[in-house]
């Protein structure tokens, strides 16, 4: 203790503390016991209930789950996994605070880290590390549930800190904290934001690499090349138990293509197709949100003006009661390209213009690598409103067809300008270069911020405030068929539409306003230094408060106390509805088709189900494709697809949750079935189009490169039978008794990566019939039939996960020798 120097010490105590009391007041329900209500985790519970319950009859959790979509992977929701280290890293990172203070606490740590590792004042550390932690998309992401890409956003910042570690030839300690924070990163199981982390990796790595290469350092560049290769390599496959089934699954999902595709599909033949891809992409002029919160009218669903405020509001107060219901529903500040949102990218006023301060002062070290990526992400963030760059990127640019929406770059300049800001003002308060040079710089940046300005106020006057929701409203009443009704309300609609655009205009005006006052103070602030009127430590508390403050006072429109629920209020939503209970009485194997919100949140939001019944529904947004295409040529057609849920044994149909009782359907198939013939088809859309009108009861159908598996002629023992003797997710066991051999359906979902069958022990070949079930040609006499599934790639990945989280803790310790060894020396 004696040799610590506290002086040191105290201020990354102080930080640290800062982070911890910040966190803890703006969650300050979570601290009453109340618990945020996230749609995103209640779908989540609801779809994982299946292999926790499993996980408790069995100590161990399931690699496949019976939940959703007629069943599929469940180590894509809660699997069995052995990636403790990356993951416990990431937890004591965050102290194992609890939700959502982690997050918060978290990403104030990872950029505190980043700040320290770029040598920044202590303080200016702190304004940066909370300017990222509660930047408005964080908060609004948290509210939606996004917790994995909460975390990964909070990781970001430790993962470029740990290369730029290497990069400064601290080896060890690099080496070490890269494959941890790789590892942390990968771990969170959100791939976009991580592959969006990548990128800024790369590009910085582009921008180092071009230094050493003019300085002639290429021992360096090769050695640190091999240093970030081997760790970020080591850090990636800790997570090996995870990231190779999921890779091979990947190539069989909606993300890996479909043999469907075509103009009308969301799919490709290799991937997501340009349209589907390109959903929620941002106008060109909307990444300016960063700086102005409400310029594209903030969220969809908040109320951004007061009542007493609103053009749109006064119109719907206007006009006849039941008139202003029916179109209160259309009411939506927001009106920018995403279609729809629960809250603006806010970065804050005082950080952007500090960012466009550092573009000015910085030197080419870090400044033309973060505005290139900068630029690129903004460009991307574009999507379907830039297609022909984002259009090549999407055939050529690798992995990025996996991914949609991309409005979520943005996370890529978020994080980038808080780092700028805090390069800038480090400069500013404790650049030692030419003062002359220095103030001429900054000079240049206030005349830079002052031309955004104007080329805002231009925007400002060109945009006509007008989203896609009005202009369909419009023509959905321009379909009315009676012209005295549709002149009503076409008039009404008009009125609070007319409103509506004169409070969008409102709300950017005034944030223009409002972030040129802040932006006034922090300028004001750094002109009083530079003529020496204040010290640095005083420009550092007006501008870390004041920058604070201008982010906080938006996030609490989106993350407040109206989000948070009583424990038991949160948890009421997984009780069973009257219908519920009355099929749950059924204790024989079925599955359920949950239309209480229409066919369409069946299979896009009706993962909620799945917490009390197995379903052909549910959410995921990496379904198979083959289920996928299921969906869309067949299950939307319901009702006229009686033949093809009878195949997914689909016993129950809930239209409605009251009901106190649910009539079976007499029709469903069950689990398993002999059928009298199978018909052979030559490609996929014929097997799919064969599902039309195909009977499903004694008749099959698939691909005919499945003829070497199944045949096609076979006597038919009509006193044959065959049962499902007990489903345990990875294992399913049938028994079966004919006289000759039949062709037996299973209604279960084809998934030959890693599902085996077995006839009284010996692997035997399967089939994938009726374009998504399994078919065997079951041999004559009395047989039982064992379906395991057994994917390699999770055993393999679970050793490989365990040498190389071997591996991370001997880089910790290799780093830990080396810094004692070093510290010895020179205090001896």
Sequence with gaps: MKNIDWKRVWPHVFAIGIFLVVALFYCKPALQGKVLQQSDITQWKGMSHDIYQYKEQHGEAPLWTNSMFSGMPGYLIAGKTNNDVPYYFAEALSLFLGKPFQFFFLACICFYFLSQVLRVNSWIGVIGSLAYAYATYNPVIIVAGHDTKMMSIALIPGFIASLILIYEKKYWWGAALTAFFTGALISQNHYQITYY???????????????????????????????????????????????????????????????????????????????????????????????????????????????????????????????????????????????????????????????????????????????????????????????????????????????????????????????????ALQKILFGVEDKAVLQKQIKQGFVATAAVFVLLFLIYFNLDYVSNGDTQLLQKIGQIPDPTQKAAFESAARSMLNGLKDDRQHLFLMD????????????????????????????????????????????????????????????????????????????????????????????????????????????????????????????????????????????????????????????????????????????????????????????????????????????????????????????????????????????????????????????????????????MMVPAGEHTIVFKFEPKSHAVGWTVTYICSFLMLLLLAGAIFFEVKNTRAKSA
Excluded at 514 to 519: A, C, D, G, M, Y
Excluded at 542 to 558: H, K, Q, R, T
Excluded at 608 to 635: C, M
Excluded at 683 to 696: I, R, S
Aim: with cysteine.
């Design 197 to 423: 982390g990548v990128i800024i990796a790369v590009i910085m790595t582009i921008g180092y690499s071009i230094n050493w290469i003019r300085n002639r350092e290429y021992k360096h560049l090769l050695l640190a090349g091999a240093i970030t290769l081997f760790a970020g390599v080591v850090g990636a496959l800790s997570n090996a138990v995870v990231l190779f089934p999921n890779y091979e699954y990947t190539e069989a999902t909606i993300r890996g293509g479909s043999e469907l595709a075509d103009a009308k599909s969301n799919i490709g033949k290799k991937g997501l197709n340009e349209e589907y891809a390109f959903d929620y992409s941002m106008y060109k002029s909307e990444p300016f949100v960063m700086l102005i919160p409400r310029m594209f009218g903030g969220s969809s669903n908040n109320l951004e003006l007061d009542e007493s405020k609103s053009k749109a509001i006064e119109a719907l107060q206007a006009m006849p009661q039941q008139l202003g219901q029916q179109l209160q529903g259309n009411l939506s500040f927001y009106w920018g390209g995403i279609g729809g949102t629960q809250g603006p990218p806010y970065v804050g006023a005082i950080i952007c213009f500090l960012a466009i301060l550092g573009f000015a002062v910085l030197d080419s070290k870090h400044k033309w690598w973060i505005l290139v990526t900068c630029i690129l992400a903004i460009l991307m963030s574009w999507g379907g409103f830039f297609p022909g760059f984002n259009g090549f990127l999407l055939k050529h640019l690798p992995m990025y067809n996996k991914f949609r929406a991309p409005s979520m770059t943005i996370v890529i300049p978020t994080f980038l300008l808080c780092m700028t800001a805090i390069l």
């Design 512 to 775: 223009i306003f409002r972030s040129l006052f802040f932006i006034a103070i922090a300028g004001a602030a750094i002109w009083l230094y530079q003529r020496k009127v204040l010290k640095p430590i005083v420009v550092m508390s007006v501008i870390g408060l004041f920058s604070f403050i201008d982010v906080m006072a938006i996030d609490v429109n989106y993350l407040k106390s109206e989000n948070y629920q009583e424990k038991e209020e949160n948890e009421a939503a997984f009780n069973p509805t009257p219908a519920d209970q009355a099929i749950l009485q059924d204790k024989t194997w079925y599955r359920v088709l949950d239309l209480s919100n229409g066919v369409g949140n069946a299979f896009n939001g009706g993962a909620l189900t799945a917490y009390h019944h197995k379903t052909i529904g549910g959410y995921h947004p990496a379904k198979l494709s083959i289920y996928q295409d299921l969906i869309e040529h067949q299950l939307y057609k319901y009702p006229n697809n009686q033949n093809v849920l009878d195949m997914l044994n689909t016993k129950y149909v809930i239209e409605n949750p009251n009901a106190t009782t649910v009539p079976a359907r007499p029709t469903n198939l069950g689990p398993v079935w002999f059928v009298k013939g199978i018909r052979f088809t030559d490609n996929a859309k014929e097997e799919m189009a064969a599902l039309d009108n195909l009977n499903t009861r004694d008749s099959a159908v698939a691909n005919k490169s499945f003829s070497n598996v199944l045949k096609a002629s076979f006597t038919v023992d009509p006193m044959a039978s065959i049962q499902l003797v007990k489903n345990e997710n990875d294992v399913v066991t049938y028994k079966s008794r004919s006289a000759a051999e039949q062709l037996a359906v299973f209604s279960e979902v084809f998934y030959n990566i890693g599902w085996n069958a077995y006839v009284d022990g010996k692997q035997t070949p399967y089939a994938k019939v009726n374009y998504v079930l399994r078919g």
